[in-house]
């Protein structure tokens, strides 16, 4: 009997603790961002590139990164996008994004994606259409040879990169 109590209490344990780390990871995860600003800067994988909504928050532009916010605008629209088509996001992005691309022709940036927030932003108030400046330097190949890393601003540097990143 006192065996059978001890492998009892000792799943228990088990059970407790395995309960406790769940908790303190799930605590633990950062809220995305509702509100992008100008400037911000990300480090994209291809599945982030992908995703309609943003993944992850901005990192330091000191820091390696893919992309930079280069405008946020007010979602257009009345409806949450994810009520509307791909094509009828892709075109309401295509107008405002391109209307705010100012970096020179021979400028380094020269590719934008987009991103508008996931259901559960929107339902915290997140309406934004984010559009982000990148630098694809290869139109085949895998995703960290088509899209360079750099660290600094090139927001701010109207959108030149330095030479020991090419």
């Keep these: 009997m006192k065996h059978k109590i001890l492998i009892f209490i000792s799943a228990l344990v088990v059970v407790a603790m395995a309960g406790t780390a769940f908790v303190l990871t799930?605590?633990?995860t950062t809220a995305l961002e509702l509100k992008p600003k100008i400037g911000n800067c990300y480090l994209f994988s291809a599945k982030e590139f992908d995703a309609p909504s943003p993944l992850t928050n901005p990192?330091?532009?000191a820091q390696m990164h893919n992309a930079e916010t280069y405008w946020v605008a007010k979602w257009p629209l009345k409806l949450v996008p994810t009520r509307y088509s791909d094509d009828l996001i892709h075109d309401v992005a295509e107008r405002i994004c391109l209307a705010h691309w100012d970096f020179p022709d021979d400028a380094n940036l020269n590719y934008w994606a987009y991103f508008y927030p996931s259901p559960a932003q929107w339902a915290e108030g997140a309406h934004w259409l984010r559009c982000d400046a990148m630098v694809q330097s290869?139109?085949?190949?895998?995703?960290?040879?088509?899209y360079l890393k750099w660290p600094g601003s090139l927001y701010l540097?109207?959108?030149f990169l330095e030479a020991p990143f090419f």
């Excluded at 290869?138 to 088509?146: P, V």
């Design 26 to 28: 799930r605590s633990q």
């Design 157 to 159: 540097d109207n959108g």
């Design 59 to 61: 990192l330091p532009c």
């Design 138 to 146: 290869y139109t085949e190949g895998g995703f960290d040879k088509q």
